[in-house]
């Protein structure tokens, strides 16, 4: 499966202000996926990534508040912007690709970056 | 909409002991998978075990198995002989049968398992 380097590990920023998380991966994947994950909850989707076409946002989240990049089969970022208290969370990254079966692995999630927003 | 319900928010066990952790979803599709991911504190997601809804037999992965009630859309997971470094948080996850570039995970709210010396 593939290995996935996402940075920065945890950061604590002002809020106003904005922060990039980047998502690097070892191999080519085709869809790379940008999960949020509250103090004490479960795991939400924001977006999916393809390289090549816009992002595909879930519902509550929109691409003011966090614009993603694909501009590779191997790179992503995330960017939360003017952030506030409530955006403190985990985000993470996750990658499949599109010639496995969803049945067949899974996938492969980074390591999460802890935001802390004050 | 798919839902994923975990029951149990929190459960301990002690050390080489079996603990059985419950997991239900409501979907009206036929065709879909079904996972567990640990989390333990290095925040790091891994796949635990993974079952086809088509499949009539339970998976095993080692220590790691499920029991499977399609028809009463259970999906519990058993850890026989736990060990310290079960110590996690578990997610139960849907993902229904989709086109490529669909797939997308439900995950339940997580049950948190300790393991005591």
């Known amino acids: 499966s593939a290995v996935i380097s996402q940075k920065p590990s945890r950061d604590i920023c002002q809020r106003g202000t904005s922060l990039t998380i980047q998502c ?16 004490g909850q479960s795991l ?28 590779n089969l191997t790179f992503s970022t995330l960017t939360v912007s003017n952030m506030s208290p409530e955006d403190s969370s985990i985000y993470l990254c996750s990658v ?5 079966g969803p049945g067949n692995y899974g996938y492969t999630f980074g390591s999460g970056t802890r935001l802390t927003v004050v | 909409a798919q839902t994923v319900t975990q029951s149990q928010p929190e459960m301990s066990v002690q050390e080489a002991e079996t603990v059985t952790l419950s997991c239900t979803y409501d979907t009206s ?14 925040r790091q997601m891994i796949l635990v075990i993974r079952q086809e809804a088509y499949k009539q037999q339970n998976a095993t992965e080692n220590r790691f198995s499920v029991n499977f009630q399609k028809a009463a859309k259970s999906f519990s997971l058993k850890i026989s002989d736990s060990q310290l470094g079960d110590t996690a948080m578990y ?17 339940g709210t997580g049950t948190r398992l300790k393991v005591l010396a």
């Open chain 1, 24 to 39: 690097q991966v070892d191999s080519q994947v085709t869809m790379m996926f940008w999960y949020r994950q509250q103090p």
């Open chain 1, 44 to 71: 939400t989707l924001i977006a999916t990534a393809n390289q090549g076409s816009e992002a595909t946002y879930e519902s509550g989240f929109v691409i003011d508040k966090f614009p993603i990049s694909r501009p």
């Open chain 1, 96 to 100: 499949t690709r599109r010639d496995r």
């Open chain 2, 29 to 42: 599709e036929n065709n879909y998978y079904l996972f567990w991911y640990k989390q333990p504190p290095s």
């Open chain 2, 91 to 107: 997610f139960c996850a849907f993902m229904k049968h989709a086109p490529p570039g669909t797939y997308k995970y439900i995950f």
